[in-house]
């Protein structure tokens, strides 16, 4: 009896799994797989058509089915697009295409990005399958200048100087293999060896690199600011070649180097002058000179402009001898303001030999001993007479 039992319950379990997997074997089965992309890659801030295709591999129909495409960042459904079609039977291995407009975020960068569809039937929205395809989305590098500096700054005529460029990828794709060139369209800017071209690798969107370029001054450059041109060239995530170029000044501004070159005395108009000389490359403006002489101001004297390689003689109150400065102000070209102060040693040399305000003074002491002896001389003389 308990055998009988046994083998009753087994064959009704052995039914039960053979019902379900008839209706297994009878169940559809969905897969989304992307079959067209227009344009690709896809463009960030432009348009794609995408189309895809609903496959049910299953062995079963499939009755009442909604297909809806979920977007997200940065996929927009563009008005007009359904965002659910419902079809009434996806017969068993078969499928079904269905096409849709997007936008593109314009400050989405190169990627593939996740494009989701779910799939369920009408009447049960809540239980969903979720599918999802890769849509290729390239962006195209956009660079600009954020800053150049130079070293040193005073850029001064048969020099060295470095240029330092700070670029910036803005764009939403890679910019491969960078190429950096720099070219002063005048000719007195030379790139030093193969410093003026400058591999910067690979700069990806929202990075930035600096260039460092080495170039020689010219002795005959002159103070302005030279224009030159800095280029990029560089290849996008496809591998097309792409180039950019940027107009730069180079200020060449040279260095005011002021020296004492003599002092002398001219007694004749009871002056001290001072010769100057400007030995650098630069023109000294609004030249302010102030002689101070054992601690006191004896005299200031003015200069528009004293020119580079030129000299000035500068006239003061003659004074005796004495330790002291001469306090030199000026601007340069660029309208920097500089104070400088040398020290001067103010002693007069005969050419005959001694100190010229010494043998005035022993003139002076001759002439009043013998004015004091002709006196002696002539009342001894108006005595004897009397």
Same mark, same amino acid.
């Given at each position: 009896? %308990?055998?009988?039992?046994?083998?009753?319950?087994?064959?009704?379990?052995?039914?039960?799994?053979?019902?379900?997997?008839? $209706?297994a074997?009878?169940?559809?089965?969905?897969?989304?797989?992307?079959?067209k992309?227009?344009p690709?890659?896809?463009?960030?801030?432009?348009?794609?058509?995408?189309? *895809?295709?609903?496959?049910?591999?299953?062995?079963? =129909?499939?009755?009442?089915?909604?297909?809806?495409?979920?977007? +997200?960042?940065?996929?927009?459904?563009?008005?007009?697009?359904?965002?659910?079609?419902? &079809?009434?039977?996806? +017969?068993?291995?078969?499928?079904?295409?269905?096409?849709? /407009?997007?936008?593109?975020?314009?400050?989405?960068f +190169?990627? $593939?990005?996740?494009l989701?569809?779910?799939? &369920?039937?009408?009447?049960?929205?809540?239980?969903?399958?979720?599918?999802?395809?890769?849509?290729?989305?390239?962006?195209?590098?956009d660079?600009?200048?954020?800053?150049?500096?130079?070293?040193?700054?005073?850029?001064?005529?048969?020099?060295?100087?470095?240029? &330092?460029?700070?670029?910036?990828?803005?764009?939403?794709?890679? @910019?491969?293999?960078?190429?950096?060139?720099?070219? +002063?369209?005048?000719?007195l800017?030379?790139?030093v060896?193969?410093?003026?071209?400058?591999?910067?690798? /690979?700069?990806?969107?929202?990075? !930035?690199?600096?260039?460092?370029?080495?170039?020689?001054? /010219?002795?005959?450059?002159?103070?302005?600011?030279?224009?030159?041109?800095?280029?990029l060239?560089?290849? =996008?995530?496809?591998?097309?070649? @792409?180039?950019?170029?940027?107009?730069?000044?180079?200020?060449?501004?040279?260095?005011?180097?002021?020296?004492?070159? %003599?002092?002398?005395?001219?007694?004749?108009?009871?002056?001290?002058?001072?010769?100057?000389?400007?030995?650098?490359?630069?023109?000294?403006?609004?030249?302010?000179?102030?002689?101070?002489?054992?601690?006191?101001?004896? @005299?200031? !004297?003015?200069?528009?402009?004293?020119?580079?390689?030129?000299?000035?003689?500068?006239?003061?109150p003659?004074?005796?001898?004495?330790q002291? $400065?001469?306090?030199? /102000?000026?601007?340069?070209?660029?309208?920097?303001?500089?104070?400088?102060?040398?020290?001067?040693?103010?002693?007069?040399?005969?050419?005959?030999?001694?100190?010229?305000?010494?043998?005035?003074?022993?003139?002076?002491?001759?002439? *009043?001993?013998? &004015?004091?002896?002709w006196r002696?001389?002539?009342?001894?003389?108006k005595?004897?007479?009397?």
């Open positions: 009896m %308990k055998e009988k039992m046994f083998l009753a319950a087994l064959f009704a379990i052995l039914l039960v799994l053979s019902a379900v997997a008839v $209706q074997q009878n169940t559809p089965i969905f897969n989304v797989i992307l079959t992309q227009n690709f890659p896809a463009e960030p801030g432009k348009k794609v058509n995408i189309e *895809v295709e609903v496959q049910n591999t299953g062995l079963g =129909d499939a009755n009442n089915i909604v297909v809806e495409i979920s977007p +997200s960042d940065p996929f927009r459904l563009l008005p007009g697009t359904e965002k659910t079609k419902t &079809y009434t039977k996806i +017969s068993a291995s078969s499928s079904v295409k269905v096409s849709y /407009d997007l936008s593109i975020d314009e400050n989405a +190169s990627n $593939q990005y996740e989701e569809f779910r799939i &369920y039937y009408a009447n049960n929205p809540a239980s969903y399958l979720a599918k999802k395809v890769m849509v290729n989305v390239q962006g195209q590098p660079f600009i200048v954020e800053s150049t500096w130079t070293s040193p700054v005073e850029i001064e005529p048969g020099g060295i100087v470095k240029v &330092y460029a700070k670029v910036k990828n803005v764009g939403t794709g890679s @910019g491969k293999q960078v190429q950096a060139s720099l070219n +002063s369209t005048s000719g800017l030379i790139p060896l193969s410093r003026g071209s400058v591999y910067m690798g /690979d700069i990806a969107a929202g990075s !930035d690199g600096i260039a460092e370029f080495e170039l020689s001054v /010219d002795t005959t450059s002159e103070h302005k600011t030279y224009p030159s041109i800095l280029t060239s560089y290849k =996008d995530d496809s591998g097309v070649s @792409g180039q950019k170029s940027f107009s730069l000044g180079i200020p060449v501004t040279g260095v005011i180097s002021l020296e004492i070159v %003599k002092t002398e005395a001219n007694f004749e108009r009871n002056v001290l002058q001072i010769e100057i000389a400007n030995k650098g490359t630069a023109d000294a403006n609004s030249l302010e000179a102030k002689l101070v002489i054992n601690g006191k101001t004896l @005299g200031v !004297d003015y200069v528009s402009q004293l020119k580079s390689t030129k000299k000035t003689t500068l006239e003061f003659l004074v005796m001898e004495g002291g $400065q001469l306090i030199l /102000d000026y601007t340069s070209p660029g309208l920097k303001h500089t104070e400088l102060t040398k020290d001067i040693t103010v002693k007069f040399e005969n050419p005959n030999g001694g100190n010229p305000l010494g043998t005035l003074a022993v003139i002076i002491i001759a002439a *009043v001993v013998v &004015y004091l002896l002696r001389f002539f009342r001894k003389k005595k004897k007479s009397g």
